[in-house]
């Protein structure tokens, strides 16, 4: 039942994988219906699929759906930091998919990793930060008339996608998954939350109550992890560069305030703005003494690292994900995961019962484009609504909520402009 060609840690881990896996799917109803549903339809017979995807305990239940629906799949990783090496083991040994995926591979090996993933020759992808879909285009351009279309599982990719499609480079249409309700909603806020929180804790073991703690964007990772941070006691900053966004974060009750002013203050930064070296330099010059920083978002790139290499003169691992820099006035500054994904890296990524619903979304979006994505413009399409209605119905019912139903009369009036007081 082991696949035939795959590269991962070690094998032997398979077992323990495989539990965590089993444990993982008691969280996960939606997937298990789709498990059940899609195994008897087979919506995905005979295609073949490759996931650049974090390769969890999550992901290898959503890749369970896919084979069971008939896909031929290989996954590699989507970060070098992110890979759980005994679901890697479990996902070859136990479910036979060949996988590409090893915890703390350098980038050549990344790289190496996703070239594999292409090597299958995919008609659909997976995408979590649209390094497959950019590779294929970069350096396989004769596997494009191949594709059917493609999912983005994350914000930094489906930016990324969009300006691809605004250059009218992009060769095949792409679903943003994370443009679903029912992921975004979720997974960025509750599940990047929790997570985040969860891998600065395991990392560090630093009370969180009465310390400040800075969120560097408050989009709907910023919000939750903003929210869950007041809930530890922490005395939470934002800093934005939206308006709005800033706004709203001062009426959510957070001390609003630019980043060169929090981070003489902060004991905690963490970014999660999507954009580059947004934790730069200057920032660093004036820090606290002992400033923990971290970063949730999808690249490594949030935090000026050699700016941090170039400024210190002495860096130890202190604790495992924890690099401690000395520099020349005596402070130290601590950087968490390389700057890669803290919560996939030190802790587990989002919880299974978040994941249940993008991975969901995921499944029927790839069973809609194995239908219809021949049809698809070669732009980013948004999940079709009845997906995301779907997801969250289903949520709905795996934990016994039931809502109401319009009356005639209410829906008469609603579709109305003659009545009014
Ligand atoms: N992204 C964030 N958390 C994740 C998880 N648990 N599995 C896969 N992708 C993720």
């Known amino acids: 039942m082991t696949a035939a060609v795959f590269d991962i840690k070690d094998i032997s881990l398979a077992d323990r994988g495989n539990d965590r896996i089993e444990w993982a799917l008691n969280e996960m109803p939606v997937t298990r219906q789709l498990l059940d549903r899609l195994g008897k339809q087979k919506p995905l017979a005979g295609l073949r699929i490759s996931g650049c995807l974090h390769i969890t305990t999550e992901t290898a239940n959503l890749a ?3 084979t069971a629906a008939g896909a031929d799949l290989v996954l590699c990783a989507s970060n070098p930091l992110s890979t759980q090496d005994d679901v890697a083991a479990a996902l070859v040994r136990h479910f036979a998919i060949p996988v590409f995926a090893i ?3 350098d980038t050549d090996t990344y790289y190496q990793h996703i070239k594999a993933a292409l090597d299958h020759r995919p008609q659909i992808t997976l ?28 914000t930094t990719g489906v930016i990324r996608l969009r300006a691809m499609a605004r250059d009218k480079a992009l060769k095949f249409p792409i679903v943003a998954v994370n443009d679903a309700m029912t992921k975004h909603l979720f997974d960025n806020r509750y599940g990047t939350g929790q997570s985040t929180i969860d891998g600065i804790i395991r990392a560090t073991n630093i009370l969180l109550a009465s310390k400040v703690f ?4 408050y989009g709907w990772c910023g919000r939750g992890i903003a929210l869950r941070a007041k809930g530890h006691g922490a005395r939470v900053i934002v800093t934005e560069v939206d308006p709005l966004r800033a706004l709203e974060a001062a009426m959510d009750g957070y001390q609003v305030m630019p980043l060169i002013d929090a981070a003489k203050i902060s004991d905690f930064i963490v970014t999660v703005s999507g ?9 660093m010059e004036v820090m606290k003494d002992g400033c923990v920083m971290a970063n949730s978002g999808h690249f490594n790139v949030e935090i000026n690292i050699p700016a941090l290499e170039a400024l210190s003169i002495e860096k130890r691992r202190h604790r495992d994900y924890v690099d401690e820099y000395r520099l020349p006035d005596g402070r130290h500054l601590r950087l968490l995961a390389e700057g890669r994904l803290v919560n996939l890296s030190a802790a587990e990524g989002h919880p299974a019962a978040v994941m249940d619903m993008s991975f969901a979304n995921q499944a029927l979006v790839v069973a809609f484009l194995a239908k219809q994505g021949k049809q698809l413009e070669h732009t980013v399409h948004s999940v079709p609504d009845n997906i995301d209605k ?13 809502i109401d139903t319009l009356t005639a009369e209410q829906q008469s009036y609603l579709s109305s402009w003659r009545e009014g007081t």
């Open 64 to 66: 369970r759906v896919l």
């Open 103 to 105: 915890k703390g591979e």
């Open 127 to 154: 995408d979590d930060g649209a390094d497959l879909v950019s590779e294929m285009h970069k350096t396989r351009a004769h596997l494009l008339d191949n594709m059917i279309g493609g999912t983005e599982e994350t």
């Open 214 to 217: 800075s969120v560097v964007g």
């Open 275 to 283: 954009d580059k070296h947004v934790v730069d330099r200057r920032h």
């Open 390 to 402: 779907e997801v969250a119905l289903l949520k709905l019912q795996s934990m016994n909520i039931s």
